[in-house]
């Protein structure tokens, strides 16, 4: 195993591990790329900004769920996580491509583990990488696979939606008591992030939420299938050429009815990580925010 020392992640880490980040997802998105898919592409200025941004956040609200692992003076690997009530989750965790697969993951991750080991549930949203499995499994965590939504929204399936408009900071407090009830905890200072990252659109009962961006589905919360679905129906209506609706759980079915109704395509990707609870619904979880 290499010599490595585990310490606190700091403001000065960031950018570092932003970059192994980048290199390790990059380098598991080209082995593991279906000859049908685009080439994996790196993130881009925008991209890279978003992500330091959201890590200064977890750093800010959760110093002790960031930690960082050291090999000599340089940083190769990374975990991010953060306590939101009575849920911990794991935002971010790479290890330097090169360096995988020899100890590191395991000694970056145990102190964050550690960090929400106290709390009654833990949720995080896994790659497909053996080796991140692998670390998850023994953690604890129990592996619930999942779908991605994808491709051109046909246009004449659209609803009229009603009973549905755009949410703002006036929604945030009934949304964290809905998030309460969906998986234990509210996203409290997440909300900022989600909201600067796209549209917030609300039914006018308060019944849900949903966070999109034209190309993707961020986030959606429901009270029933029947709030979520308007709410899903809604955000294809604002899709542009594409749209991807990711991490849908088997137990979210409503998600991919609509889809297919929609004349969209599924395929496999991923796992949702979960610790002392089941399969939140109707919910939609967002990967790193969960
Ligand atoms: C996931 C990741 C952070 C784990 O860090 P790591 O240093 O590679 O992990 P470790 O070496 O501590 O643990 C890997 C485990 O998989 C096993 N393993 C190693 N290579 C493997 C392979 N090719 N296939 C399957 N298992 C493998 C190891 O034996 C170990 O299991 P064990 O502790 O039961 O023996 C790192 O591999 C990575 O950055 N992957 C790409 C990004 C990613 O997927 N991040 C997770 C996001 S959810």
């Avoid at 991750?109 to 709390?119: E, H, I, M, N």
């Amino acid at each position: 195993m290499p010599d490595v020392r585990i310490r606190p992640m700091t403001d000065a880490d960031v950018s570092t591990a932003e970059e192994i980040s980048d290199d390790a997802f990059f380098a598991l998105d080209t082995a593991h790329r279906l000859p049908s898919a685009p080439a994996p592409r790196r993130r881009s200025p925008e991209h890279r900004a978003a992500w330091c941004a959201r890590t200064r956040g977890f750093l800010a609200s959760d110093p002790d769920g960031c930690w960082v692992a050291e090999k000599g003076d340089e940083v190769v690997g990374f975990a991010t996580s953060f306590r939101r009530e009575r849920v911990w989750c794991l935002a971010t965790f790479a290890v330097r491509p090169g360096l995988q697969g020899a100890g590191i993951g395991a000694q970056v991750l145990d102190p964050a583990r550690a960090y929400g080991a106290d709390l009654p549930r833990g949720m995080l949203a896994a790659s497909v990488d053996p080796r991140a499995l692998r670390r998850y499994h023994r953690a604890g965590f129990r592996l619930h696979p999942q779908l991605t939504l994808h491709g051109a929204v046909e246009r004449s399936t659209l609803p009229r939606v009603g009973d549905v408009r755009e949410g703002g900071a006036d929604d945030l407090a009934w949304m964290d008591d809905l998030d309460r009830a969906r998986r234990g905890g509210p996203h409290g200072p997440d909300h900022e992030r989600l909201l600067a990252a796209g549209r917030l659109v609300v039914t006018t009962d308060r019944s849900g939420y949903a966070y999109t961006n034209g190309a993707t589905l961020a986030l959606l919360a429901a009270e029933d299938d029947d709030a979520a679905r308007r709410l899903l129906w809604e955000c294809l209506a604002g899709a542009g050429e594409r749209y991807e609706i990711p991490h849908v759980t088997s137990e979210n079915y409503w998600a991919v009815e609509v889809a297919l109704a929609a004349r969209m395509d599924l395929r496999a990707q991923g796992y949702l990580g979960l610790r002392g609870m089941t399969p939140p619904t109707p919910y939609v979880h967002h990967g790193a925010l969960l």
